[in-house]
């Protein structure tokens, strides 16, 4: 059975860091995201990469700010997350697809149970 395990989440203040860990199981998968979640709203992608980790996509909101990196030796998936601001505050969600590379939701078929990041002003 597929898992996905998230660590590393926390409350930080504003422009601090936080490094976000995806342990995988069973088996790997093509490509990797990162999604988040706020009170309220959908939930949104924030980054992906592809299996050589060549490919990788970050929403707009995040770009120079986030970094995806995969070690699929270890099958984990890492988000270093620097100059937090308030409005990054979500829970942040794992998920892997077998497509090639995706950024659509609902093309990940598997999911971690997610992990709180809370910037305070």
């Known amino acids: 059975q597929v898992q996905l395990v998230e660590s590393g989440g926390g409350l930080v203040q504003a422009g601090g860091s936080l490094r976000l860990s995806c342990a995988a199981s069973g088996r790997t998968f093509s490509t990797m995201g990162w999604f988040r979640q706020a009170p309220g709203k959908e939930r949104e992608i924030v980054a992906a990469i592809n299996w050589s980790g060549v490919r990788t996509y970050y929403a707009d909101s995040v770009k120079g700010r986030f970094s995806i990196s995969r070690d699929n030796a270890k099958n984990t998936v890492d988000l270093q997350m620097n100059s937090l601001k308030p409005e990054d505050t979500a829970v942040y969600y794992c998920?892997?697809?077998?497509?090639?590379?995706?950024?659509?939701?609902?093309?990940?078929?598997?999911w971690g149970q997610g992990t709180q990041v809370t910037v305070s002003s």
């Open positions: 998920a892997a697809s077998r497509a090639v590379f995706t950024t659509t939701t609902k093309n990940y078929e598997v």
